[in-house]
């Protein structure tokens, strides 16, 4: 498995997300083509609700401790509560983080059956 996607099963199995987004930066640095090094995570979640940003960055530097021990050289972590995120981004819907399976084991991609 990719670290990205170790990145994103980790923090979707550790924190009730409503949206999570993983964004490998690897390529904006000088590092090998395909290095998965460096990278930005977005995670919206009411376990967010009443806690400072830097008990939210412990949170998730906690999750992500063995990565970040190992092969993931740089993390920018941005965390929001459900509200925070409706006041920055607008009322738009969020997709909620993708936890596998594809249309090929049966699903419709949508959600619902």
């Known amino acids: 498995m990719s670290i ?31 290095s998965e090094s460096h990278f930005k995570v977005v995670l919206v979640s009411t376990d967010f609700d009443g806690l400072r940003l830097i008990a939210r960055h412990r949170q998730v530097n906690q999750v992500l401790k063995d990565e970040l021990a190992g092969p993931v050289h740089a993390l920018a ?11 920055k981004h607008g009322t738009a819907p969020m997709s909620p983080p993708c936890l596998g399976g594809s249309s090929a084991q049966g699903g419709n991609g949508s959600g619902s059956a």
Do not use: F
């Open 4 to 34: 990205q996607g170790l990145i994103e099963e980790k923090l979707a199995a550790a924190i009730a997300l409503e949206h999570l987004e993983v964004i490998n930066e690897s390529g904006n640095h000088n590092v090998p083509p395909g």
């Open 77 to 87: 972590i941005h965390t929001y509560t459900p509200e925070e995120w409706r006041q």
